[in-house]
């Protein structure tokens, strides 16, 4: 006959030992594990600093992945935003800066322009915006045929088969990084140029920076140039209050940009 | 057992099977959750491979491999002409996409408007960015309806070597 207590010893004992996997007594090494498994996850680095407006990643995107250049919609496009010496702040993207910023008037919308005297001019810049392909997306949470989804490999699609262009995801993004496609009839977005990654290439919007505002790299290699710059340098991202951890990092951000 | 309760009921279960049938032969085979759960990855899985599949048209991928790629035709052409300033600039972006040029070698759609010039050389007074660093003139003031490079060599843009 079993005492009590000591039945209750043997029931504890029990449960921890087969609690504990196998796997937990070897020691792993991290690395042999990530070349077992070459774990990749997309992210994006923007050089705000480094960025002049030309537009070129704009107009690239536009004829790589098949929109319309005249339809005032875009899968990225850059901001420019204007500060006054007497603390006023514009900001504009002008037909997503397809053709760059080619005229110093600031445009209000609805056709209207706004001239600044080059002497009140404070300070200036552009920011180049695209998806920020989140690790906690809104626009997935919400679609109700499964039709978006976050890749393993972290990128952000659309099934544009699947879709029915209900536009849940539209309002759900808090970047305005999704559109209707005026000629599809579905949603549309930034894939981080999906079929050019699986080639090897560049999106292409890196691909045509000039001026190396613009760089993609993959943040789960720790030796990655760019996991290098965003693990030591300051960075920072959009609308982090959010908490969609969006995986597009800005070099020079300001507190005005959104 | 008669009951006003049934008659409905049965309205309701031959709706909701008929729903599953049609699901069952309307929704793909591929459908699933991915790592990430059914939250963020409910999805056909097919479609990826639907992506990747896609063409690319801009072929090159870096400055330095796009020069490369350039030269294995172009060599002598492209050495000269990328090493003055706009050496940075990849020949894509006025030339156009090159993907099907190597095959089919007709000539590529160079955009020489003045429009693409001012892309960068439009004067902005704004100091702060590095837009400042790159000279500017005023588009409705500086030989108005006339070409950039009627004047500007677009390879050797040194003011010293203007044509």
Known sequence: MMERREFLKKCILVVASASVPISALTLIDPKKVLAANPDIQWAFLVDTNKCVGCGFCVKACKVENDIPLEANVSRTWVERYVYTKDDKRYVDSPKAALNGYIDSRIDLGRGEFKEIDPKNVGKAFFVPKLCNHCSSPACTQVCPVGATYKTDDGVILVDQTWCIGCGYCIMACPYAARFFHPVKHVVDKCTFCYHRLSKGLDSACVNACPFGARKMGNIHDPDDPITKIIMNERVGVLKDEFGTKPQAFYIGLAQEVR | ?163
């Open chain 2, 1 to 163: 057992m008669k009951s006003h309760v049934w008659r409905p009921l049965y309205v309701v279960i031959a709706f909701v099977v008929a729903l599953l049938v049609f699901r069952f032969f309307y929704v793909p085979d591929d459908f699933g959750s991915g790592k990430r759960g059914f939250m963020y990855s409910y999805h056909r899985k097919s479609n990826e491979m639907e992506w990747k599949n896609q063409p690319a048209k801009y072929g090159t991928s870096g400055r330095e491999r796009m020069h490369e790629f350039c030269s294995a035709c172009h060599g002598a052409v492209v050495k000269v002409r990328t090493e003055k300033l706009h050496g940075i600039i990849p020949c894509e972006d006025c030339h156009g996409p090159v993907m099907n040029h190597p095959d089919k070698p007709e000539k590529l759609a160079i955009d020489r408007s003045r429009e693409l010039c001012l892309r960068c050389h439009t004067d902005l007074p704004y100091t702060t960015s590095e837009r400042h660093r790159i000279p500017g003139i005023n588009p409705k003031t500086h030989n108005t309806g006339v070409e950039c490079v009627k004047c500007h060599n677009p390879h050797n843009p040194s003011l010293e070597g203007m044509k």
